[in-house]
């Protein structure tokens, strides 16, 4: 998989261009579903740290994005918009990839996490440990064309995210000799994340119903047979309409698309590669 694709003022996405899955957040902001699991990682991680943090703006279709574009040309003038707003196309939003983070304290909700010293910096110095980013930063903007951004966050995966953080490099600075990283980056070793959550959809989608014990009980064969494997939060809010009646989980209206798109590949490879499971599920291969 690669996350790591250049959008920027001179590398254009077409218009057609979408992600394969986006997956709706409860909060009705769009990502890659491929990165939910690491999403939740990191809002775990910093809720550890004492941030609420939550997503305030993720995918923009370039449908969108030209509207914005248009609207801001208007009403500030075309140079003003040229430093504001990034033209169709160039948007990193459009990848599903990008997250614009806010967060939540006492006063209530803030759409920006500069409003807090100490989230900034807790983010600068442990997004890459989940796979993201800071992707606009101080002093690079010679090299990103973009103003410092300090709550604009893009996925790259984890370990092109420790090697740009390591090298203090921008992903424009990476791609001017990527091979140079290859090594360590082929050869990393990282941990496989899943959420509880997405766990619990997949056996929802195999068996309909699952009682909490069906569940834990997954969950601990599935970290025995996977001992790299980090399984985050135990939230279930993450999936839409679940219902919960005497320790049983179950959906009404299963939207079966929906939880396909929020369950990892590598969970659907791991029940369909182990026969022994299969049948224990009731799977017909
Ligand atoms: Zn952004």
Redesign the pocket.
């Known amino acids: 998989m690669n996350f790591a694709y250049l959008v920027n003022k001179d590398h254009f996405l077409p218009s057609c261009f979408e992600p394969a899955k986006l997956y709706t957040l409860p909060n009705n902001k769009k990502i890659d579903a491929r990165i939910i699991a690491y999403y939740i990682y990191l809002k775990e991680e910093a809720l550890k740290n004492g941030f609420n943090i939550t997503i305030d703006?993720a995918y923009r279709s370039y449908l969108y994005q030209e509207k914005l574009f248009k609207e801001s040309i208007k009403e500030k003038g075309v140079e003003e918009t040229l430093k504001m707003v990034a033209i169709p196309g160039a948007?990193?939003?459009q990848t599903g990839l990008?997250?614009?983070l806010g967060y939540y304290d006492k006063l209530g909700y803030h759409e920006d996490v500069s409003d807090n010293p100490l989230l900034v910096d807790w983010l600068k110095d442990n997004s890459y440990k989940y796979g993201f980013i800071l992707?606009y930063l101080q002093n690079k903007e010679h090299i990103t064309l973009y103003k410092y951004?300090p709550?604009?966050f893009r996925f790259v995966g984890i370990p092109l995210a420790y090697v740009l953080k390591h090298n203090n490099l921008t992903l424009e600075e990476y791609y001017l000799n990527p091979k140079k990283y290859q090594n360590i980056i082929s050869n990393f070793d990282y941990p496989n994340i899943v959420t509880y959550a997405q766990i619990c959809a997949l056996l929802l989608l195999l068996k309909k119903k699952v009682s909490l014990k069906e569940l834990a009980n997954f969950i601990n064969i599935y970290k025995q047979k996977n001992p790299n494997t980090i399984v985050v939060s135990s939230s279930l809010n993450y999936i839409k309409g679940l219902q919960k009646k005497d320790n049983y989980l179950y959906i009404n209206d299963i939207d079966k698309d929906e939880l396909i798109y929020f369950i990892n590949d590598e969970l659907f490879d791991f029940v369909y590669n182990d026969e022994e499971l299969s049948r224990k599920l009731n799977i017909t291969l």
């Open positions: 703006s948007s990193e939003h990008a997250i614009d992707r951004e709550w604009h």
